[in-house]
């Protein structure tokens, strides 16, 4: 089974996302964590948030097993980007883009045992 989380709007840019991205996709989340949290990276910590939301999503709305969870996609889009203007010499001004992140992270994982969902009879059977 598959979960989600998405942050849209981040204000990193796609590609320096993209880098620390790189290095945690198809990893379990265990080992995503750690490698996130040693990563000397502005994008680390932003990525650590959402791989966390994913896995909160997994554990408690879907009833996934923590220890079996993958980050199995992890999408880093372009966002909208804010644009400003610098000021230049001779009175000009020169345009550059702020640019922002819509980051995706998709967990594949196992059921936990106990909280495989019996089938409930329904009325016509207790009677």
């Given amino acids: 089974m598959s979960v989600q989380a998405i942050a849209k709007s981040v204000r990193i ?3 320096k996302a993209g880098l620390v991205a790189s290095l945690v996709r ?21 990525i650590k948030k959402v791989v966390e939301s994913a896995r ?6 879907h009833g996934l097993d923590e ?17 400003r203007f610098q000021p230049a010499a ?6 550059y883009k702020r640019r922002t992140s819509h980051i995706k992270v998709v967990l594949d994982g196992r059921l936990k045992a106990s909280s495989a969902k019996k089938a409930k009879p329904t009325k016509t059977e207790k009677a």
């Fill in 67 to 83: 220890t079996s969870l993958i980050v199995s996609e992890l999408i880093v889009g372009q966002g909208p980007a804010m644009k």
């Fill in 26 to 46: 198809g990893r379990s989340v265990s080992d995503a964590l750690i490698i996130l949290d040693h990563t000397p990276k502005k994008g680390a910590p932003i």
């Fill in 90 to 95: 001779f009175g000009r001004a020169r345009p």
């Fill in 56 to 61: 909160a999503n997994a554990t408690n709305n």
């Fill in 13 to 15: 840019s796609p590609r």
